[in-house]
């Protein structure tokens, strides 16, 4: 059966829930290529994130995957904890993900 066929026998939910599957996707690829168990709740605080700054993208056009998989690269590689992730403006975040700069730059990391 083909992709196309499976995706019309898909649940109106499942439907309703691809971009969620995709996020969650994204986030365990990433942490896979770096080696890392990721926990449910990381998991879960990266795709509320993640969506959330999605949902608010009105300049960027940004997929959802973008910012999941900068999202959770920043918080794996970079040790970015998940708290300074969220107290982050979904504009900053935006903006970052779009230049792909680091979430800090150094002048701030030393303050």
Request: proline fraction near 1%; charged fraction near 35%; charge should be negative.
């Amino acid at each position: 059966m083909d992709s196309l066929e499976m995706y019309k026998r898909l649940s109106s939910e499942d439907k309703h829930n691809l971009i969620t599957y995709c996020i969650y996707d994204s986030i365990y690829t990433v942490a896979a290529n770096e080696n890392y168990s990721i926990s449910d709740e990381e998991v879960k605080r990266i795709k509320d994130l993640s969506y959330y700054t999605y949902l608010k993208d009105e300049y960027y056009n940004l997929s959802p995957t973008r910012i999941s998989d900068f999202i959770t690269e920043n918080h794996i590689k970079k040790n970015t904890s998940l708290d300074e992730l969220e107290k982050m403006s979904w504009s900053d975040l935006l903006e970052k993900v779009d230049n792909n700069y680091n979430l800090y730059s150094k002048d701030e990391m030393e303050r």
